[in-house]
């Protein structure tokens, strides 16, 4: 965008913008009951204050100290992003098991400069997949009814085919520069001596109904008496240390084939009560996906800002570009922060726009966004859910007051799609790595097995996923119209993973790595990072440290007891649902920034939970 256009835009803005603020400031209205609150992902274990972390040269920002260690040793060895992302990934799965490992996928965004000087941005997708035995009934009873939610997770039948391994290996034969074997060093020794039960992986061990019915996460999780291990406690894992000296050393055939594939497809199929489809040949079969990244341009404190995010079947990139986009044709620009007793919060006036905005996204996702390689994107291209002139289209939508229900918008005038929105259900855990190498490589990459502990079904050592549940239980409306993200054999389900590098639009520098875990309300967390760093000018802790909020279309969410009862009574007052409910989100972001008059990396991990960053 030029100057010239930037100047032109500003000025439209504000020539809504105060309209716009008279009529949010007359208006209240009753409340009304817009819909339930979605549950939450992992249990909030505190939250911990942190500071910002300047660097020069990299930076390494993880879920677990013990995986930032990993990552920091890698990228001082002189190895890449890449290099260190395994590093850590490897370390995550023994540590934080609850959130990913081999059992599981993950999306990796990645940035770098060619040969040509040119920068490159590629979307590494190593999401899981539905085995080829998988049917459209798949999380369904014998009624036809939708399963539980749990009576589906618990056991074989929502176990997808892993894809983290062979993503890795893939994005590290692009740009590894240190040997694959070298990688898996630091978990391998972890593994076998032992590391000492975190606080939280304790809580979560604690709070966990299921883990404890599958005898092998029993005998390695629990006490004879059934309850979890104490904190502080050295948990060796010599079965994944074998594993894991396997795949360095052959290749990620030693996990996709052989005794380890074996033992995985035993465990799906052979559960007593809740048996899955999983095959030899659906491991055998899995390929990870190369990807063009989806990208939007987003204008905040007088610069032009590209974001690059996953595509689908990620879900986050597009909705955070289309919340993004239509708060640009509203007076949110003009609502600062306000502070609240000690802390930063955003404006109530701000917040409702954003809620609004918010339902409009969700509408859209719902009822378009799944794995495309099985649905296209309206018009047969994703990007017209953020064409400008639709989101200014759909802005027009909100209101002074909250509106009950969003709908799908069309964008494409003339072609409505024939496809069913699903319905809302649960989304859950993962975690985030952000990371910025010594030659300026950088990455965002979120890895997951869904729900806490996933299926709680615990092989070789590591745990397998849940991922089927993200694929709606209920495949068809009653007018049997077909939901796009219905499970169908060797498809990805969709996901709200938000894996995103953000750059100067004008010199292509590297500005931002972010992404957090979090289930749906991913998009939430990272869009809030995004919006504090680039349009309030936080550093990216003051960003993170900023409450949580967020709706998936119904009630608005609010992180418990960070918010003023007066926001709550205004957001009320324009006839929204409140709800206050812990928000344990993991956010990792780099963001360069200038520093005492020099340019530096500043690096933050989320206060809710045990993340840290290192570099130098």
């Known amino acids: 965008m030029s100057d010239q256009k930037l100047t032109r835009w500003r000025a439209a803005r504000c020539g809504v913008a105060l309209a716009w603020l008279a009529f949010l400031s007359a208006c209240t209205t009753s409340p009304h009951t817009v819909g339930s609150e979605p549950l939450q992902p992992e249990i909030a274990t505190g939250f911990s204050r942190k500071a910002d972390v300047v660097?020069?040269?990299?930076?390494?920002?993880?879920?677990?100290?013990?995986?930032?260690?990993?990552?920091?040793?890698?990228?001082?060895?002189?190895?890449?992003?890449?290099d260190a992302a395994?590093?850590?990934?490897?370390?995550?799965?023994?540590?934080?098991?609850?959130?990913?490992?081999?059992?599981?996928?993950?999306?990796?965004?990645?940035?770098?400069?060619?040969?040509?000087?040119?920068?490159?941005?590629?979307?590494?997708?190593?999401?899981?997949?539905?085995?080829?035995?998988?049917?459209?009934?798949?999380?369904?009873?014998?009624?036809?009814?939708?399963l539980a939610f749990h009576d589906a997770v618990v056991g074989g039948r929502s176990v997808g085919t892993p894809g983290v391994l062979q993503m890795l290996a893939q994005a590290h034969a692009q740009h590894g520069k240190l040997p694959w074997a070298q990688l898996f060093e630091r978990a391998i020794a972890l593994s076998t001596q032992g590391f000492d039960i975190s606080p939280r992986l304790h809580a979560q061990l604690k709070a966990d109904a299921y883990l404890r019915l599958d005898p092998t996460a029993r005998a390695y999780f629990y006490q004879a008496n059934g309850e979890p291990h104490p904190i502080g406690f050295v948990l060796r894992n010599p079965e994944l240390a074998g594993v894991l000296q396997r795949i360095a050393r052959e290749g990620v055939q030693a996990f996709y084939s052989g005794e380890v594939a074996q033992a995985m497809v035993r465990k799906v199929q052979q559960h007593p009560t809740n048996p899955g489809r999983l095959q030899l040949s659906d491991l055998a079969d899995y390929q990870a996906k190369e990807r063009a990244p989806l990208c939007f341009d987003h204008a905040a404190m007088a610069h032009v800002y590209r974001v690059c995010g996953f595509p689908p079947p990620s879900s986050g990139a597009i909705a955070m570009g289309q919340i993004l986009g239509m708060l640009q044709h509203t007076p949110a620009s003009l609502m600062p922060l306000s502070r609240e007793a000690d802390d930063l919060a955003p404006d109530p006036r701000w917040l409702h726009l954003y809620f609004e905005a918010s339902r409009l996204a969700f509408a859209d996702r719902a009822h378009y966004v799944a794995d495309p390689d099985f649905v296209n994107g309206?018009?047969?291209?994703?990007?017209?859910?953020?064409?400008?002139?639709?989101?200014?289209?759909?802005?027009?939508?909100?209101?002074?007051?909250?509106?009950?229900?969003?709908?799908?918008?069309?964008?494409?005038?003339?072609?409505?799609?024939?496809?069913?929105?699903m319905g809302e259900q649960?989304?859950?855990?993962?975690?985030?790595?952000?990371?910025?190498?010594?030659?300026?490589?950088?990455?965002?990459?979120?890895?997951?097995?869904?729900?806490?502990?996933?299926?709680?079904?615990?092989?070789?050592?590591?745990?397998?996923?849940?991922?089927?549940?993200?694929?709606?239980?209920?495949?068809?409306?009653?007018?049997?119209?077909?939901?796009?993200?219905?499970?169908?054999?060797?498809?990805?389900?969709?996901?709200?993973?938000?894996?995103?590098?953000?750059f100067d639009q004008t010199t292509g520098q590297l500005v931002m790595s972010v992404g957090s875990p979090g289930g749906a309300m991913i998009i939430h967390f990272t869009t809030k990072t995004l919006y504090g760093v680039l349009n309030w000018g936080l550093s990216p802790q003051q960003a993170m440290d900023l409450p949580n909020f967020g709706t998936v279309g119904g009630s608005v969410l609010l992180e418990s007891?960070?918010?003023?009862?007066?926001?709550?009574?205004?957001?009320?007052?324009?006839?929204?649902?409140?709800?206050?409910?812990p928000m344990p989100s993991g956010l990792q972001a780099i963001v360069r920034q200038p520093v005492n008059g020099r340019s530096a990396w500043v690096s933050g991990a989320d206060p809710r939970r045990e993340g840290v960053v290192m570099g130098q």
């Open 561 to 581: 007891n960070r918010f003023a009862p007066a926001t709550l009574e205004a957001l009320r007052s324009r006839g929204a649902e409140v709800r206050e409910t």
């Open 378 to 421: 309206p018009g047969g291209d994703w990007r017209t859910l953020l064409a400008p002139a639709y989101l200014r289209e759909r802005a027009q939508s909100i209101r002074p007051v909250a509106m009950h229900q969003a709908a799908p918008g069309v964008p494409v005038r003339g072609q409505r799609s024939s496809l069913a929105p």
């Open 86 to 146: 395994i590093a850590v990934q490897m370390v995550l799965g023994l540590v934080e098991p609850q959130s990913s490992g081999l059992g599981g996928g993950a999306f990796l965004l990645h940035s770098a400069l060619g040969p040509d000087g040119a920068l490159k941005v590629q979307a590494f997708d190593g999401r899981e997949t539905a085995p080829a035995a998988a049917t459209e009934d798949l999380l369904l009873n014998a009624e036809g009814k939708p």
């Open 426 to 502: 649960p989304e859950y855990g993962t975690s985030h790595i952000s990371i910025v190498d010594g030659q300026g490589n950088a990455l965002a990459m979120t890895s997951t097995i869904e729900d806490a502990f996933g299926a709680r079904q615990m092989v070789k050592g590591f745990l397998l996923n849940n991922e089927l549940t993200d694929f709606s239980f209920v495949p068809r409306d009653a007018q049997g119209r077909a939901i796009a993200n219905r499970v169908q054999p060797g498809k990805r389900p969709r996901s709200s993973m938000s894996p995103t590098l953000v």
């Open 55 to 82: 660097t020069q040269q990299f930076a390494v920002a993880a879920a677990n100290p013990l995986a930032t260690q990993a990552g920091f040793e890698i990228l001082k060895a002189g190895g890449s992003a890449v």
